[in-house]
């Protein structure tokens, strides 16, 4: 099991912790009995769903960016101690029905880009989100501005526009069908303008036998740019939506609260500035649904696993699906005994290397043997994970989580160049890592299934909530962070320490 996804599902699972209300006023906010105590509150049912779905999301280790990064602002995103994970177009929604505030029974929030670290400080730039109970007739929707930070040299988006919907029954409470949803909309995607976790070092200075590219190895010799937006290590050239939503089904035998996250994405380039580009086509987008009856029997997890189909050129390369989820394409440099006319000094990518017409050229047998591997570009899909408990608060039920993703782009250092650099510098065990379309779902309900609200449960005691939680424009976090747990913080320098060189290259 994916350290990296788990953490993800126990962010999920934290979701329903918050910053407990103020105590002044609350006896008025609440319908409590200032008296005696009591919770005078109206039944207003029982249903717990979160979804959240991130375009784009991005990993960095604590300390793992050197002085001398062709990506400098990257290293104001961490510090030696703390690690780092943002990412771009945040749909997240949650429905709540024992949230104390009555606004918090049901949130739908589009963000243009956040942090592990922000689900207490504001959020960069301005989000969209929708609050209930008191519903709206209509959606809000709007531009949101793209990412201008330190965020922005790892991860770049030209545009984004979300849209945001949340919904309450003064009479049934939860039971309106689709309760809360949210969409984020993206224009062009580009990742990773360099590696900024390496050292601007020329790959002539590292010291090995053969032929050397001419260029750093913080840009791979040439198969990044080193510039923001132009030949990055991914591009979606088209865009990515996100889409999250809550919904509870009460025509089904039994009451459901189904909780899903989905990705909408046809195209993927890797590499797309270099010959030895290759273009990702999206065959399935993948939609991952938590759905909770109430009983363990009949709550589950119901994942689409993406199938993503690689080619160059016209010719197939390889494809990731359900039953091979992963491939490891390793970068190479020539090594000592290398003799192939007509190659450039590029790197050699999967067994190929650049022709002096611009084209790629296959090794022969015999140089396939004598090459020096540098890196290892680890491609994956799906990568379910999915939990089930047990749940007490805000009522006696069962509760399912999962979380999957995408793509996952994780460069990787081998031994080789681990040992070439380790006078100078200390390499983290990732490079670089990069995950398009990351999904986290949770979805609980009671032994009976998902209960309505008595009537008057969805009137609101308060005018408005407060302005940083109020419906429409706001640049504070959500009261619910689905995709930025601190959970996922704690796990993730774990997870990078844990991930496994390749073997070393004799």
């Not at 590696?195 to 002539?204: I, K, M, N, R």
């Not at 989905?262 to 380039?269: F, G, L, S, T």
């Not at 993948?286 to 909770?292: E, R, V």
């Not at 619910?480 to 290259?505: F, H, T």
Request: charged content about 20%.
């Amino acid at each position: 099991m994916r350290a990296r996804v788990v953490a993800l599902t126990l962010a999920v699972g934290l979701v329903g912790t918050c910053a407990a209300p103020a105590a002044a006023g609350q006896h008025a906010l609440l319908g409590t009995d200032p008296a005696t105590g009591t919770d005078a509150r109206p039944d207003v049912g029982a249903a717990l769903g979160d979804a959240g779905t991130a375009a784009a999301l991005t990993r960095l280790l604590a300390g793992s960016v050197p002085d001398s990064s062709l990506l400098p602002q990257a290293a104001d995103l961490v510090s030696p101690t703390r690690s780092f994970e943002g990412g771009i177009g945040l749909s997240t929604v949650s429905v709540d029905t024992g949230a104390e505030l009555p606004y918090e029974r049901a949130i739908a929030r589009a963000v243009p880009a956040g942090t592990a670290l922000s689900a207490r400080a504001p959020a960069t730039g301005d989000s969209l989100v929708r609050t209930a109970p008191p519903s709206e007739a209509e959606p809000a929707r709007g531009k949101l501005p793209p990412e201008e930070g330190p965020l922005a040299a790892l991860m770049r988006t030209e545009r984004l526009a979300g849209q945001v919907h949340a919904r309450w029954s003064v009479d049934r409470g939860p039971c309106v069908g689709q309760v809360a949803k949210a969409t984020t909309t993206s224009g062009p995607i580009s990742l990773g303008a360099a590696v900024a976790s390496l050292p601007d070092v020329p790959f002539t200075e590292l010291g090995l036998p053969g032929r050397m590219p001419s260029g750093s190895i913080a840009t791979l010799g040439g198969l990044l740019s080193g510039r923001a937006g132009e030949g990055p290590l991914v591009r979606v050239p088209r865009g990515l939506t996100t889409v999250a939503t809550v919904d509870v089904l009460t025509a089904a035998k039994r009451p459901t609260v189904r909780a899903t996250s989905r990705v909408e994405a046809d195209r993927i380039d890797i590499f797309p500035g270099s010959p030895l580009a290759m273009t990702a086509t999206v065959r399935n987008a993948p939609a991952l649904t938590a759905n909770s009856t109430g009983k363990p029997e009949t709550s589950r997890i119901v994942h689409d696993t993406p199938v993503v189909e690689f080619k160059r050129g016209g010719r197939t390369l390889f494809r990731l699906d359900r039953t091979r989820p992963a491939r490891d394409v390793p970068i190479a440099v020539p090594g000592r005994g290398f003799a192939q006319r007509g190659l450039t000094s590029q790197p050699i990518v999967d067994g190929y290397g650049v022709g002096t017409n611009g084209k790629p050229v296959r090794l022969s047998a015999a140089n396939r043997s004598r090459v020096t591997e540098l890196f290892v570009l680890r491609l994956s899909v799906g990568g379910l994970t999915t939990r089930s408990a047990t749940l007490d608060e805000p009522f006696t039920g069962h509760q399912v989580t999962g979380s999957a993703r995408l793509l996952d782009v994780q460069l990787l250092p081998t031994d080789a160049l681990t040992d070439a650099l380790e006078r100078d510098h200390e390499l983290p065990s990732t490079l670089a890592h990069f995950t398009l379309g990351e999904q986290a779902v949770r979805a609980a309900a009671p032994p009976s299934g998902a209960r309505c609200g008595e009537p008057g449960a969805g009137e609101v005691t308060i005018a408005a909530p407060p302005d940083e939680i109020a419906p429409g424009r706001s640049s504070a976090p959500p009261i619910r962070v689905l995709l930025w747990g601190g959970a996922g913080l704690v796990l993730l320098g774990a997870y990078l320490l844990a991930v496994a060189r390749p073997r070393k290259q004799d």
